[in-house]
């Protein structure tokens, strides 16, 4: 009597799902790299990052954001945040996007004054003195000496994000409700939620 074959089933998992941060960024290199660093050292999620290469004021970046969110919609479980420089914006620019992230619970805004560079320092130290965006860039390329808006992933690990975290944290004791008016960054909240994934 001949052998009877097994036969062979794949199992079928459940394949996870990957919570998606669309993040609507002031810049066009520093940021989306910056954000697609994230998505290598955290593989539940998925960063996307819409770019615009000439139109970068508040209002285009929330604009984009709300054309994005029209065509292609997002999950409840997914979140779209702002993330914009003060440099020489005005309260009532950063109010409107302050306002949108007010709508909803999965939206979010994240700031850093003067600019994106002072979140990178803080990579690397507390940031203290710093009084403008060339300071920032400046005092980053004592420890990224070819940083000019490109970051080097190799730079940065998962320990000194951490770092970065718990020292815009400190800076924003007590957390503030819009955004800091003074030196400091809200960048960190958006990165604690994608680590809190």
């Known amino acids: 009597m001949p052998q009877r074959r097994r036969s062979f089933k794949r199992p079928l998992g459940e394949r996870r799902y990957r919570k998606m941060f669309v993040i609507a960024a002031e810049g066009v290199k520093t940021e989306p790299q910056y954000f697609a660093l994230l998505n290598d050292l955290h593989a539940v999620i998925h960063v996307t990052c819409l770019k615009d290469k000439y139109n970068s004021a508040p209002p285009q970046v929330l604009k984009r954001m709300t054309k994005y969110l029209k065509e292609q919609g997002l999950l409840k479980?997914?979140?779209?945040?702002?993330?914009?420089?003060?440099?020489?914006?005005?309260?009532?620019?950063?109010?409107?996007?302050?306002?949108?992230?007010?709508?909803?619970?999965?939206?979010?805004?994240?700031?850093?004054?003067?600019?994106?560079?002072?979140?990178?320092?803080?990579?690397?130290?507390?940031?203290?003195?710093?009084?403008?965006?060339?300071?920032?860039?400046?005092?980053?390329?004592?420890?990224?000496?070819?940083?000019?808006?490109?970051?080097?992933?190799?730079?940065?690990?998962?320990?000194?994000?951490?770092?970065?975290?718990?020292?815009?944290?400190?800076?924003?004791?007590?957390?503030?409700?819009?955004?800091?008016?003074?030196?400091?960054?809200?960048?960190?909240?958006?990165?604690?939620?994608i680590f809190e994934v």
């Open 77 to 193: 479980t997914d979140e779209a945040w702002l993330v914009v420089d003060k440099d020489s914006w005005t309260d009532s620019q950063l109010q409107e996007l302050h306002q949108w992230s007010q709508e909803a619970q999965n939206h979010g805004f994240a700031l850093s004054n003067p600019s994106f560079e002072y979140w990178l320092l803080l990579h690397f130290e507390d940031g203290n003195g710093i009084s403008s965006t060339r300071d920032c860039s400046d005092r980053l390329r004592r420890y990224i000496p070819d940083y000019d808006k490109t970051i080097n992933a190799r730079k940065i690990t998962k320990g000194m994000i951490q770092d970065a975290i718990s020292r815009a944290q400190y800076r924003d004791t007590p957390p503030c409700d819009d955004w800091p008016h003074n030196m400091g960054s809200t960048v960190y909240r958006l990165v604690k939620r």
